[in-house]
Each structure stands twice: as structure tokens, then as C-alpha cells.
T-cell receptor, first 112, second 114 residues
Framework: KQEVTQIPAALSVPEGENLVLNCSFT??????LQWFRQDPGKGLTSLLL???SQREQTSGRLNASLDKSSGRSTLYIAASQPGDSATYLC???????????WGAGTKLIIKP | EAQVTQNPRYLITVTGKKLTVTCSQN?????MSWYRQDPGLGLRQIYY???????DKGDVPEGYKVSRKEKRNFPLILESPSPNQTSLYFC?????????????FGPGTRLTVT
């Protein structure tokens, strides 16, 4: 059964730092992997989607990488800002069905 | 504006009192889904629907019902709520008819069952 793990559960860094959030999954038979941002009271917003055949995706200051063989993905945030404070979730879509399997998230706090 | 709306946003109820959480999307999406989110567990799928009149169980369907009579609406029904259904609930919709590309989420409904 696919399991998705995100470490650390929480992270606090000063503004301006580059940082990496980690996501690992147990079964490499995935169709895609997605990173989401969750803000309190505002639901979830899709940040980046990486198809299984891709190695990375970039959007602005965000870069997500995927290594299927090792079951890992990273979300790199460059030049962090207080507005980046949120919970970041990763989710994988298995090859076998139309569902997303979610990690528990990393709560990120950027200190001004 | 493309969006998924949920109502109510907050609900406190008592054990056994039937309730419905509504979900509506204005993007003509085929796929809709309900999730619950509990601390430390991430999101877990309750039910999903690939299209009108087509619904399937997710990972945690017990105690919930859904219906998809119209493309835009996907209500979540708790016939007899219990305290273990206290959670944050999200509705989502997706444009893909085959795979789950970008999903749009509602703002969430925080349910407390006493």
C-alpha cells in the first residue's frame, strides 16, 4: 500500500533563506506527484505537478524534483518570504487508480 | 471566477443529527471528490465521482453518503454523525476525465460533532 511521508513536520527559517521540503513515497508506480500549499481558511492550492516521466518542474521561486526510483521528491523554495508561510503537502497519484495519496504536510514559518 | 464552494464553512452539531455539506463547482469538471483532514494524518479520500450518477468509495467511506445528480454539485451526507467524524472536510474538482491533473479545492468545512 502506498504511503507518503513528509519530513520535517514543521520548519521555521529566517526570511531570505533557500529551503528544501522533502516528500518520500513507498511505491514507485506513480502516475504523477503534486505539491500543494494550504493556507488556513482558504483550502488548498496546487503549486506544481510532476508527471512520472519528468524529473522536475519550476514555477517562479519554486522548483520541484522527482526521483521515482528512490521514491523521493523535493520542493525547493528560493529566497523565502514571510508570505511563503503555509503548510505544504505532497500527494502522489498511483498508476493503478484515480486517487491521490497524501502526506501529512510540512508547516513552514518564515520569520521576518 | 473559477471556484469550488462549500457550505457551511463551520458546523457544530450533536451525535445522530443528520447533516449535509454542500459542494458546488462552476468549471464544468467531471471529477469531484470529498476528503477529510485530521491532524498528523494528511488528507484521506471519502468518496469520489467520475461523472454524473457515478460515485465510488475512497479510503474512509464509512458513515458517509454522497450523490451526483448534477455535474456541478456533489453533496456529502452524514446520516448519523458521530464524534469521530469531527474533522476538516474538503471538496475538490478536477478537469481531467482520465487522470487527476490540477485539482481545485473548496475552502473547507470544519465540523464538530459533540
Amino acid at each position: 500500500k502506498q504511503e507518503v511521508t513528509q519530513i520535517p513536520a514543521a520548519l521555521s527559517v529566517p526570511e531570505g533563506e533557500n529551503l528544501v521540503l522533502n516528500c518520500s513515497f513507498t511505491d514507485s508506480a506513480i502516475y504523477n506527484l503534486q505539491w500543494f500549499r494550504q493556507d488556513p481558511g482558504k483550502g488548498l492550492t496546487s503549486l506544481l505537478l510532476i508527471q512520472s516521466s519528468q524529473r522536475e518542474q519550476t514555477s517562479g521561486r519554486l522548483n520541484a524534483s522527482l526521483d521515482k526510483s528512490s521514491g523521493r521528491s523535493t520542493l525547493y523554495i528560493a529566497a523565502s518570504q514571510p508570505g511563503d508561510s503555509a503548510t505544504y503537502l505532497c500527494a502522489v497519484e498511483p498508476d493503478s487508480n484515480y486517487q491521490l495519496i497524501w502526506g501529512a504536510g510540512t508547516k513552514l514559518i518564515i520569520k521576518p | 471566477e473559477a471556484q469550488v464552494t462549500q457550505n457551511p464553512r463551520y458546523l457544530i452539531t450533536v451525535t445522530g443529527k443528520k447533516l449535509t455539506v454542500t459542494c458546488s463547482q462552476n468549471m464544468n469538471h467531471e471529477y469531484m471528490s470529498w476528503y477529510r483532514q485530521d491532524p498528523g494524518l494528511g488528507l484521506r479520500q471519502i468518496y469520489y465521482s467520475m461523472n454524473v450518477e457515478v460515485t465510488d468509495k475512497g479510503d474512509v467511506p464509512e458513515g458517509y453518503k454522497v450523490s451526483r445528480k448534477e455535474k456541478r454539485n456533489f453533496p456529502l451526507i452524514l446520516e448519523s454523525p458521530s464524534p469521530n467524524q469531527t474533522s476538516l472536510y474538503f471538496c475538490a474538482s478536477s478537469t481531467s476525465s482520465g487522470r487527476l491533473w490540477e485539482q481545485y479545492f473548496g475552502p473547507g468545512t470544519r465540523l464538530t460533532v459533540t
